[in-house]
């Protein structure tokens, strides 16, 4: 890897005629250089914008609810000089225990997004297998078109879709009109809806990875492969998918992980009885007022989703360990 | 009122970053500056009002709306919203009052206050005693919007004056088919069902919940859909027949339906075991930053002309008694938005629950939703 630019060009400017020149040979001694301080970066960015909100989260979360601004108890108080008293409650995680709605909003949740990515895959591939082989001359334009629905706000798609599946909407006025039925059939508000609006809004999250990863796939190796005899479509699974993996992986983590969340396209298009995490805290927030129990639902929400994705690293880096 | 819109409330949420409050113009800036930051909800005032007052006193009004008790709850809990006059329904204000969110008013700075509904003064002190944190701004009813025409095939009358036609699964199940659509309001659907369950003393009752919950749920097979903003469309344009409601919400559906192309009756009605009554008040939050504007503009509200405006403009009653002969005289005939002495005697307003109470309340509401 060369030099990171500039910056890196700026520290040696630094260390060879700065003040500074000193500590920054005793910090190069202990391994330090101009490319620890570009790795810091993204890790101060985590520690300011996912660590910093973790803990103030995971702080409200063991604390206990009270009517007042804000409307939890501090953790820390002072009872008389000299002594601190610290109060942590775990309360609000043994009440998601006790409560069958949680854990079922949790597993609801994650069945839902597991098969809107599912969904997003068997769309998505063919899609950007498509894009990936078209001649060159299209394939900005065509995945222009595939980012092209970014330029307009999210809500405003989502709501698109109520005008386009209620019961006097696009749709079924199209059917009445050509007779093909007589009565709407009711899409709004229904589970169909809800991964319409999912499958929709994360298909782009979907297609992007894979059409990278399909794009560097060597074309000599599936010519090589139809030589030896291997018909096309074992030529795909054997060759084509594996190599594909990381995109497949990464697509699946980008549509699968906010989908578990997902609140708004829930609420929007999906019925009554769809039992989502993001709604169950939702409602803890706002009807409930209870900040402690949201807050317990959202770290729990947070260690479902990070330890399978943490350990599902681990194990692949094992194996790319393996094949070096 | 918009009350309790969970999707909408969200789509504000997400367009001006929420819960983290107002962040707005005069958080730091002393109270002598000539401006008042109104929080207010969504069409929720007359379209000349913020004009006059700047007219009539300099004061120049940052307006900014929400579409939730919820949304503004949060904010002013979080504290430091930055606003100087919000809305909040009475039963929020109670709870918020108590823990000091809200400035005592000053009455020497309200003189226009006179001019209120005593009667009205007289049932806000439930929520806010003395009438010492708000005024009350509008009120209304939840009570059942309905189309005759549709009502008439399904049962053979075309009057539904009962709770019955919601809550009773053999009137229910005959109006199912037209279609029936309940509220997603929990506290306020529960009322209903505990006005008709003879239930109304609100004494957080446990058993009570129960009892109401049941009842619901042996009623859920025939609601189409729980829901506390699309129905207004659907009634007006024939799509149901039945809607628990609150009465604003019907007089839009009728006025939509009377205006559509082929004209659709709604009908709304308050039963006659009586109905929930809400109020929205406005109140000045403890640490707006400019109180004096804000008592100003809470008195320029009270004015009888002014308040007029508003109402005929939004179409719901208000608490204001000098008011009445500057009302529209179709809104003054209107018993479903200004009820007779008789009716108004059946109206309970709705209670400010305990947080466990409001807890299992939700949670019974998301059992009979849900199933879960």
Same mark, same amino acid.
């Given at each position: 890897m060369s030099k990171p630019f500039l910056l890196g060009e700026l520290l040696a400017w630094i260390r060879a005629h700065g003040p500074w020149r000193w500590a920054s040979q005793g910090l190069r001694a202990r391994g330090y250089s101009g490319r620890t301080l570009v790795t810091a970066v993204p890790y101060l960015w985590l520690a300011l914008f996912f660590l910093l909100p973790f803990l103030i989260v995971l702080k409200i979360s063991v604390s206990e609810m009270q009517l007042a601004m804000p409307p939890y108890q501090p953790l820390v108080s002072w009872i008389s000089d000299g002594v601190i008293a610290l109060r942590i409650s775990f309360e609000n995680y043994l009440f998601l225990l006790e409560d069958s709605l949680y854990w079922k909003s949790y597993l609801n949740s994650i069945r839902t997004a597991a098969i809107s990515t599912v969904i997003c895959l068997l769309i998505g591939y063919p899609m950007a297998y498509g894009i990936a082989r078209s001649p060159a001359a299209w394939r900005n334009l065509l995945l222009l078109l595939v980012m092209l *629905? #970014?330029?307009?706000s999210f809500l405003l798609r989502v709501y698109a879709w109520i005008g386009i599946l209620k019961n006097n909407g696009v749709i079924n006025n199209l059917l009445m009109a050509l007779g093909i039925i007589d009565e709407p059939i009711?899409?709004?508000?229904t589970n169909f809806a809800m991964y319409i609006g999912i499958v929709y809004s994360y298909l782009p999250f979907m297609v992007l990875p894979l059409y990278t990863a399909i794009e560097k796939l060597d074309q000599s190796l599936l010519e090589a492969a139809a030589n030896l005899g291997c018909r096309p479509v074992k030529a795909f699974f054997r060759i084509t998918v594996p190599l594909t993996m990381t995109g497949i992986i990464a697509g699946c983590m980008l549509v699968f992980i906010p989908a578990v969340g997902e609140f708004v396209i829930p609420a929007l298009?999906?019925? *009554?009885?769809?039992?989502?995490i993001g709604r169950v805290l939702w409602e803890e927030f #706002? /009807? /409930?007022?209870d900040w402690p129990v949201a807050s317990a639902v959202a770290i729990v929400m947070l260690f479902v989703l990070v330890i399978p994705i943490m350990i599902y690293q681990r194990s692949q880096g094992q194996q790319l360990g393996a094949h070096r | 009122m918009r009350r309790r819109f969970p999707p909408l409330a969200v789509v504000n949420c997400l367009l001006a970053?929420? =819960?983290?409050g107002g962040d707005d113009? =005069? %958080? $730091?800036?002393?109270? $002598? $500056?000539?401006v008042v930051n109104v929080y207010n909800? %969504?069409?929720?005032?007359?379209?000349?009002t913020i004009a006059d007052f700047e007219a009539k006193t300099g004061i120049k009004v940052v307006y900014d709306t929400y579409d939730s008790n919820e949304l503004v709850e949060t904010k002013l809990l979080t504290?430091?919203? =930055?606003?100087d006059v919000v809305f909040p329904t009475a039963t929020i204000l109670a709870r918020m009052a108590r823990v000091g969110v809200f400035l005592p008013l000053d009455r020497s700075k309200l003189?226009?206050?006179?001019? !209120?509904d005593p009667e009205i003064l007289e049932r806000m002190t439930g929520f806010d005693p003395a009438n010492r944190h708000a005024i009350p701004y509008m009120w209304g009813t939840t009570g059942i919007g309905y189309n005759p025409v549709q009502v008439q095939k399904a !049962? =053979? %009358?075309?009057m539904i004056d009962s709770w019955a036609a919601v809550f009773d699964p053999a009137i229910a199940s005959k109006l199912a088919a037209c279609g029936i659509t309940v509220l997603d309001a929990p506290e306020d659907t529960f009322e209903a069902v505990e006005i008709w369950l003879g239930?109304?003393?609100?004494?957080?009752d446990l058993d009570e919940l129960a009892e109401a919950e049941a009842a619901v749920a042996r009623v859920r097979p025939y609601v189409r859909a729980f829901d506390s903003s699309q129905h207004v469309e659907m009634l007006a344009s024939g799509g149901i027949c039945v809607s628990l409601s609150w009465n604003g919400l019907m007089l839009q559906a009728r006025d939509r339906g009377a205006s559509a192309a082929t004209p659709v009756a709604v009908r709304f009605v308050i039963p006659r075991e009586g109905a929930p009554m809400w109020f929205d008040t406005a109140a000045i939050p403890a640490?707006?930053?400019h109180p004096d504007n804000a008592h100003a503009f809470l008195n320029f509200l009270m004015d009888p002309q002014v308040i007029a405006a508003i109402s005929n403009d939004i179409r719901y009653a208000n608490?204001?008694?000098?008011s009445l002969p500057f009302v529209a005289q179709d809104m003054r005939d209107d018993p479903s938005i200004y009820p007779d002495a008789e009716m108004r005697a059946r109206l309970h307003p709705s209670a400010t629950r305990s947080q466990d109470y409001s807890r299992a309340v939700n949670r019974a509401w998301t059992r009979v939703k849900t199933g879960q």
């Open positions: *629905p #970014f330029w307009t009711v899409m709004l508000q298009l999906g019925g *009554p009885d769809s039992l989502m #706002f /009807n /409930n007022r | 970053a929420c =819960g983290q113009a =005069g %958080t $730091e800036s002393a109270a $002598e $500056e000539n909800w %969504t069409d929720y005032i007359g379209r000349s504290g430091r919203s =930055g606003y003189p226009n206050h006179a001019n !209120l !049962l =053979g %009358t075309d239930n109304v003393s609100y004494n957080e640490d707006a930053p608490a204001n008694a000098a």
